[in-house]
């Protein structure tokens, strides 16, 4: 045993010695890791050098210097022909642009990367960023096209020439034109429709509401058109959290009605005679003061609310012959961003979402045959629904989208929305047809109508008859709609089942709000009336021919009716604070479930 452990104890030692001088042979497997090794090592070693060379042209201590670097890389494969404002404009029923504003100087102070290029008139790149397991960083480039596209350098003329002026004829075709500028707050919007800003004054005379007015003057004095002896007057009103306001008129709060022939109309709203361009700047000027706004992180003047600037053409009867509606929409808000803000905030943003949801279905709707026009679904498309149902109406979006590389997630919900509407306007033309039909209901008429029938009809103004449930029901269509797009892939907002509830939640909760309202004002109206009779009640139990059992009969009657009165007031004051309750319940579940 002895010699047997001295002998593989020797042969250990002849082993490393071997080993020490390389004699041992190594397995093919033992070779072929040390190849990859050194391969990878060497590969390495290239990657390194390379991205030390690259990064010499660029700004390393700028955040996501990479990202930049890899968009100028693909950019520079690219073949860039954006539009100038020399290509020809083409009229569509449906137009479908979109907008790209240039970093503003805070972005470009902060050195943010721009992840957004229109390489043609007609195509935008988002350059989206991601990142791997292993952390490597690379870019999903998405590509959309749509009729017309606006790069950082084009000026509001350009825009306004390829969207808004075409529409004009339409309105001294006796038609509905309707003109929308929709986007992340921040993006441009307001810009866009009303002038340049310089702090929180704006310029009125370089935006679209000045341009297209100019437009209107111009067509209106001419030969044609002076036989028609048409007046211009123009209006200005917000809606904001679903209630419509008078920017002509102290915001002044207004209503929604519909007359006799089913036609809905804003009771109250001051209408403007305007004789030149400088009225309709006055008139916007006053307007945009009075403008419902709040700071946001993009825009320290946020625009909250939907404002609507409409140039109507009459005839010397005073009906309507032409409308222009000019609309800057509020920013859209992800349901997810709102839900953890405050009550006020949360309810603007939900208001938001609904209404831009329900004017895409609207405008779906122009695009498929016999679809169901949900105009109830927000105050915005009921307000508008001749912008819909009209044989001679046509609209234009003008999508506007905020380059930096922090927004990326909302310029692409923007560009999927107005994606899905560049859909719904080829699906309309390959159907061979440009007035579908849209099922509405059975009373509605065509915005145009027949002048003598406008002249001798009666109207008859009357609240919608199913306020209400009308509302819910077009909700619960969006609700459907909203799924179904997301399914499918297509839908720019929020869709989980969270989101939906809450949007429900806060619709039920304004309706409470104005129904609480409203019964306080009756019981106001109420209180008046007693204090009057009561007064007589004194004067009469003060008098010489009193009978006191009459009197006291009187006044517990006034006692009771005033104590139904205020029963019902106290009633809707709890059903108000449930609703209240719900919809804190429903924005924390929201909450909960957002990234």
């Known amino acids: 045993l002895s010699r047997a452990k001295e002998r593989k104890e020797q042969q250990q030692q002849q082993q490393q010695q071997q080993l020490a001088l390389g004699k041992v042979r190594k397995s093919n497997c033992v070779k072929e890791v040390e190849k990859l090794k050194k391969n990878r090592d060497m590969r390495r070693l290239k990657q390194v050098e390379e991205s030390t060379q690259k990064a010499k042209d660029y700004d390393v201590t700028a955040p996501n210097w990479e990202f930049l670097q890899k968009i100028q890389e693909y950019k520079a494969q690219l073949n860039m ?20 504003r240039p970093l503003n100087k805070k972005e470009v102070s902060k050195k943010v990367v721009d992840v957004v290029t229109v390489p043609s008139k007609s195509t935008v790149l988002v350059h989206e960023p991601k990142t791997k397991v292993d ?15 606006f790069d950082e350098t084009v000026s509001n003329e350009i825009v306004y020439r390829y969207t808004a002026r075409p529409l004009v004829r339409t309105v001294f075709d006796g038609g509905v034109a309707t003109c929308f500028a929709y986007g992340q707050t921040g993006s ?8 340049n800003f310089s702090g929180k004054e704006q310029d009125s005379t370089k ?16 030969v044609e058109n002076r036989k028609k002896c048409l007046s211009i007057s123009a209006s200005f009103f917000e809606i904001y959290n679903g209630k419509v306001f008078d920017l002509l008129n102290k915001k002044k709060k207004l209503q929604i009605m519909e007359d006799g022939r089913a036609h809905v109309q804003v009771v109250g709203l001051k209408e403007v005679a305007v004789n030149g361009v400088s009225d309709v700047l006055q008139l916007i000027s006053a307007g945009n003061i009075c403008r ?3 700071t946001t992180s993009a825009n320290q003047f946020s625009s909250r609310s939907h404002a609507i600037f409409q140039i109507i053409l009459r005839r010397k009867s005073g009906s309507q012959y032409g409308k222009f509606s000019l609309i800057d929409l509020a920013g859209n808000e992800r349901g997810a961003d709102t839900a953890s803000a405050d009550r006020r905030t ?18 779906r709707a122009l695009g498929r045959k016999g679809a169901h026009l949900p105009f109830r679904g927000s105050k915005l498309t009921l307000v508008l629904r001749d912008s819909f149902i009209g044989e001679n109406s046509k609209l234009c979006m003008i999508a506007m989208v905020s380059p930096g590389f922090h927004c990326c997630e909302h310029t692409l919900n923007t560009m999927r929305y107005a994606d899905r509407l560049k859909e719904i306007r080829s699906s309309n033309s390959s159907a061979g047809g440009d007035n579908p039909s849209v099922v509405v209901a059975a009373a509605d008429t065509s915005v145009a109508g027949n002048e003598e029938e406008e002249q001798h009809q009666p109207v008859d103004l009357h609240l919608d008859v199913h306020p209400s449930n ?32 809450f949007q429900e939640a806060v619709c039920t909760l304004m309706e409470a709000e104005e129904q609480l309202v409203e019964t306080h004002k009756a019981a106001y109206r109420e209180r008046e009336v007693y204090m009057n009779e009561e007064l007589k009640l004194i004067e009469y139990v003060e ?27 106290h009633e809707q004051v709890q059903l108000l604070k449930k609703k209240l309750r719900e919809e804190e319940i429903a924005s924390k579940k929201l909450t909960q479930r957002s990234p």
Do not use: W
Request: aromatic residues 6%.
């Open 81 to 100: 022909s954006p539009l100038r404002g020399n290509e020809p404009v083409t009229e569509k029923k449906i137009c479908v642009c979109v907008r790209k």
């Open 135 to 149: 952390l490597t960083k690379y870019l999903e480039n998405q590509n959309f096209n749509f009729d017309f596209t």
């Open 188 to 195: 441009g919007k307001t810009h866009t429709m009303g002038g």
């Open 207 to 222: 935006g679209i509401y000045a341009l297209a007015a100019s437009d209107v003057f111009k067509l209106n004095s001419s």
């Open 292 to 294: 419902t706004s709040g």
């Open 346 to 363: 949360r309810v603007e943003g939900s208001e938001i979402n609904t209404s831009l949801l329900a004017l895409k279905e609207c405008i």
């Open 470 to 501: 009308s509302a819910h029901i077009e909700l619960d269509y969006l609700q459907k709609t909203l799924q179904d797009d997301y399914e499918e892939g297509g839908c720019a907002l929020d869709r989980s089942a969270e989101l939906l509830t």
């Open 543 to 569: 008098s010489t021919e009193c009978d006191t059992e009459e009197y006291a009969n009187a006044l517990e009657e006034l006692c009771i009716r005033n104590m139904e009165a205020t029963q019902k007031l």
